[in-house]
């Protein structure tokens, strides 16, 4: 005998709203909030890819249209090859490449400016599970970087999630300045210490 029973249906009642999404609101999550809070989570939200042999002109504009300043550099089993940021696209790696190449700079690709693979330092998901934000932050200053990667190993190795300290700055209700990656994690402390 099954135990599935059907769900009642109920009117909806008129001027009923749309609940409000949360996520990336100022003041939503605090330092002591669940780190996964401030996680941009793949299996809810789909991954922004590139291929390695697009140029770098490409990747930049995607950027732009999808509203994020990382990308992860697939091959075409869809597995990680490498990642590419805004800044890595704005910096001097492409100019380099150019020259190193003798190319013209509309023809440098993805896989010239990209940070491969096997330079690409990861957070273990079921650590993030037991961390907050206000360590998240101190994991990103610690390492230098904007963003951080979250690899799920329970099973075959995926990547999960992406932590951007914009993103998070922005929940804690702080923007963060482009001047520097050093007074962007400063201002994400101060707004810990003032919380």
Known sequence: MSTQRHLHHHPLPAGTPVIEFDHGRPGSVTPDSPATDVMTDLRHTPAFTIDPDATANNALQKMMHAGVRLLLV????RHVVGL?????LMGEKPVRAAT???IPSDAVTVAQCMVPQQHIEVLDYAEVLRS???EIVLTLRHSGRQHALVLETDGKPVVRGIFSAVRVGRQLGVELHASGQMQSFAELEQAIAAL
């Open 74 to 77: 697939t091959n075409a089993s």
């Open 132 to 134: 907050t934000v206000a």
């Open 84 to 88: 590419i940021t805004a800044r890595d």
């Open 100 to 102: 190193e190449n003798q």
